[in-house]
T-cell receptor
Framework: DTAVSQTPKYLVTQMGNDKSIKCEQN?????MYWYKQDSKKFLKIMFS???????INETVPNRFSPKSPDKAHLNLHINSLELGDSAVYFC?????????????FGQGTRLTVV | GENVEQHPSTLSVQEGDSAVIKCTYS??????FPWYKQELGKRPQLIID?????GEKKDQRIAVTLNKTAKHFSLHITETQPEDSAVYFC?????????????FGSGTRLQVQP
């Protein structure tokens, strides 16, 4: 009964490859996010989706493309992977409205580009 | 956009002592301030949060204070225990219609020495 689940947990791939990370939440939240955590532990927002609509697209290379087939899923596709893409990627979800705004995180996907 | 600064970056205390972590934010419209704890290799998890209409909130050994005028908020952990050792992140979130993602501070690595 995991609240926010990501797959895979670990991903090792070569430069130039294309890969996807999947995220699903069963909390009934209407907003989902992708965060990137680099080697220095900085947590930075990449994308935010509310009701399947892209709300935030921070300064992220267009090699990164999120896709939300429905409110419970937000996948992240990365094209032409580069060494600098190595990081831990966290999916998160929350309610949009102010009443209950806690953001729940997935367990993270550690991406290593070699 | 919002900018959150967090200090100190590392903090070492003896078991039983108190620990204080401080954050400042830039956007006076921010109205929600959560604190997350991240253990090694794990996901960030909410430990306490405060909204802008409240000055202080306490939950057992953890308390958070908010000074809206000065735009800073702090986490206080009393009677620290070795299991409190982790990285702690403060965050801020605004009420803006299109910007609901959390902006995180850079993290504080807390080490509690037994």
């Amino acid at each position: 009964d995991t609240a926010v689940s990501q797959t895979p947990k670990y991903l090792v791939t070569q430069m130039g490859n294309d890969k996807s990370i999947k995220c699903e939440q069963n909390l009934g939240h209407d907003t989902m996010y992708w965060y990137k955590q680099d080697s220095k532990k900085f947590l930075k927002i990449m994308f935010s989706y509310n009701n399947k609509e892209l709300i935030i697209n921070e300064t992220v290379p267009n090699r990164f493309s999120p896709k939300s087939p429905d409110k419970a899923h937000l996948n992240l596709h990365i094209n032409s992977l580069e060494l600098g893409d190595s990081a831990v990627y966290f999916c998160a979800s929350s309610h949009w409205e102010a009443k209950n705004t806690e953001a729940f995180f997935g367990q993270g996907t550690r991406l290593t580009v070699v | 956009g919002e900018n959150v600064e967090q200090h100190p970056s590392t903090l070492s205390v003896q078991e039983g002592d108190s620990a204080v972590i401080k954050c400042t934010y830039s956007d006076s419209a921010s109205n929600y301030f959560p604190w997350y704890k991240q253990e090694l290799g794990k996901r960030p998890q909410l430990i306490i949060d405060i909204r802008s209409n409240v000055g202080e909130k306490k939950d057992q050994r953890i308390a958070v204070t908010l000074n809206k005028t000065a735009k800073h908020f702090s986490l206080h952990i009393t009677e620290t225990q070795p299991e409190d050792s982790a990285v702690y992140f403060c965050a801020a979130r605004g009420p803006w219609g299109g910007r609901r993602a959390l902006t995180f501070g850079s993290g504080t690595r807390l080490q509690v020495q037994p």
